[in-house]
């Protein structure tokens, strides 16, 4: 059982991971910049140790905790003109209740791992009304997240992200920085949400669907991968050659091939 700190004993099932370095937390916040009229949303904001400086430099603060008893400690912390707190799940939030302009939300967050993944595809169903977004996330799906084609951690979800997004790097935090200690690296990532306008249009189903089946299988070549769902005739329309694999294929390239997914030729093939 993990030690109480600040009393509060931490939950793993709540993926706690307290950060405790504060040149870690000045480093977070001198990234963020955070500018008195911006809009931030920290999720996960646990005992506050980012919280504390977006406080005290932004009047617009939100924050959305699902443990209750932390959710409690931040209420009693602060006035509810320095931060709104939200005792909810941010896998379930809408984001519209705190803004509906564009590009206006800064979401903010030291995500419990376990649900880093549903939780980005979440956020990125309100991409429209976020500015950007600086999350600590483990350092390998950072790695993942920001990969560029022709590269091994290249994959689904590269590709997601980089369609929705421009991602950056920006550092690497040790497992000592926090209490307890988590077993892997951590890294800061920024996601910047491209504009609506210049996003290609896609049907979101299908282009999921074409970028799944193609890593599923990531060591076949997209003509085998693809099976029962683009034959080489649709993959040549979509200018792309069948015999390159899923790594070898642009946001660009997955985005023109499931403009070529038909589910209607497709009904009687689909495998699953
Ligand atoms: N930001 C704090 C805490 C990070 S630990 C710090 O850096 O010290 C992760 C935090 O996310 C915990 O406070 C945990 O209770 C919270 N959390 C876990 N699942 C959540 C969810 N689904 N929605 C909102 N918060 C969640």
């Known amino acids: 059982m993990p030690k109480s700190y600040q009393g509060h004993t931490p939950r793993k099932r709540f993926g706690q991971n307290f950060l405790v370095d504060e040149q870690v937390i000045s480093q977070i916040t001198t990234a963020v910049n955070p500018q008195k009229n911006d809009t931030i949303v920290e999720i996960g904001p646990g005992l506050g140790a980012i919280t504390e400086e977006l406080v005290a430099q932004c009047d617009n603060v939100s924050l959305v905790e699902l443990d209750r008893d932390l959710a409690a400690k931040l209420q009693a912390r602060f006035t509810p003109e320095q931060a709104q707190v939200y005792a909810e799940d941010a896998l379930k939030f809408d984001f519209n209740r705190i803004t509906e302009a564009e590009h206006e939300l800064r979401i903010i967050g030291n995500l419990p791992y376990n649900i880093s993944t549903p939780l980005l595809f979440h956020i990125f169903s309100y991409n429209h009304h976020v500015k950007d977004m600086f999350f600590m996330l483990q350092k390998e ?40 200690q988590p077993k892997v690296q951590s890294a800061i990532i920024k996601l910047s949400p491209k504009p609506l306008s210049s996003l290609p249009a896609i049907e979101p189903a299908h282009f999921s669907l074409v970028v799944s089946k193609a890593f599923n299988q990531r060591r076949k070549t997209l003509r085998n991968a693809l099976k029962g769902v683009l034959d080489d005739g649709q993959i040549a329309d979509a200018n792309v050659n069948p015999k390159l694999r899923a790594e070898n294929l642009s946001v660009d390239d997955f985005v023109r091939l499931s403009e070529q997914y038909d589910p209607q030729r497709n009904a009687d093939q689909e495998t699953d």
């Open 141 to 180: 799906l950072v790695d993942r997240i920001t990969a560029p084609h022709n590269c091994k951690q290249y994959g689904r979800l590269s590709v997601i992200s980089q369609y929705h997004c421009d991602t950056e790097y920006l550092f690497t935090v040790p497992p000592h920085a926090f209490n307890p």
